[in-house]
């Protein structure tokens, strides 16, 4: 009886992944120091922060699907302190390019394209930041972080300066099995398991970086429960949709 009520509360919490996996916050980290990770950008709705995301060329943020909101969408870059924006420098609106075959985040794709209104400067204070070329797995013992603006634990205010921690890859086999199987296809699996560190509400669209190169974006966990190490943390693996980019970045529009 009580493995029947485990599993139908498993199945509702992965109902909810949809709802809840978007935004997240770092949790466990610390400040990021300043003139690194450049390549940061907040997504926002009305001046408000809703995802993170991060620059891939001078006219392009990459961000996850479900960040997508049947509004008008800006991003912030060139800054760590969201109370510090320069409006005219620093804010773009944006063409949202969500992938094709994007449903929900725990049916894969979970990755969208925004094209800045214009071609924005780099300098010291925007780098954009390569892209992984193939996939990544855990047995090749590589040092990861993610980075946002959320909040530090669940269901606390979010923060106004970007934040980093260090996360370890799950092996996908072992992430197959503590989600039963319900893992969509193209993901990555880092922090939240075996470990305190990982994300939550208020950063979703993050990248996940791994040797100075971004493999993931922030997809989801767990009914947005941040009190790990119980559950791992779900990336978009941007390896499988690197073709996909690479054709509307060259062609500049979706």
């Given amino acids: 009886m009580m493995h029947a009520v485990h599993d139908l509360m498993f199945l509702y919490l992965l109902t909810c992944l949809g709802q809840n996996g978007h935004g997240s916050e770092i949790i466990n980290g610390k400040n990021?120091?300043?003139n690194s990770m450049q390549y940061m950008a907040s997504v926002q709705i009305d001046g408000k922060h809703v995802c993170g995301g991060f620059l891939v060329s001078e006219d392009?943020?990459?961000?996850a699907?479900?960040?997508?909101?049947?509004?008008?969408?800006?991003?912030?870059?060139?800054t760590h302190n969201l109370k510090k924006v320069k409006r005219k420098k620093m804010r773009y609106s944006v063409k949202t390019c969500k992938h094709p075959q994007y449903d929900k985040a725990q049916s894969g794709n979970d990755i969208m394209l925004l094209k800045l209104s214009r071609k924005l400067q780099l300098d010291k204070?925007?780098?954009?930041?390569?892209?992984?070329?193939?996939?990544?797995?855990?047995?090749?013992?590589?040092?990861?972080?993610?980075?946002?603006?959320?909040?530090?634990?669940?269901?606390?205010k979010a923060v106004d300066v970007l934040r980093w921690v260090d996360v370890?890859?799950?092996?996908?086999?072992?992430?197959?099995?503590?989600?039963?199987?319900?893992?969509?296809?193209g993901v990555i699996c880092a922090g939240g398991y075996d470990t305190e560190n990982g994300f939550c509400q208020?950063?979703?669209?993050?990248?996940?970086?791994?040797?100075?190169t971004a493999v993931g974006v922030v997809s989801f966990n767990i009914d947005g429960n941040c009190k790990y190490p119980n559950w791992p943390n779900v990336y978009t693996d941007i390896s499988t949709h690197l073709s996909w980019i690479k054709n509307i970045l060259n062609k500049k529009q979706c």
């Avoid at 392009?60 to 961000?63: A, C, D, H, N």
Wanted: proline residues 7%.
């Fill in 32 to 34: 990021v120091p300043q």
């Fill in 60 to 63: 392009f943020v990459l961000t």
């Fill in 65 to 78: 699907a479900h960040c997508y909101k049947n509004s008008p969408m800006e991003v912030v870059i060139g």
């Fill in 125 to 156: 204070k925007v780098k954009p930041i390569q892209l992984a070329r193939t996939e990544i797995k855990a047995k090749d013992n590589v040092k990861c972080q993610v980075a946002g603006w959320g909040s530090t634990e669940t269901s606390v």
């Fill in 168 to 185: 370890p890859l799950i092996a996908l086999k072992t992430c197959t099995k503590i989600f039963k199987g319900k893992l969509p296809e």
């Fill in 202 to 212: 208020g950063d979703s669209g993050g990248p996940l970086v791994c040797n100075r």
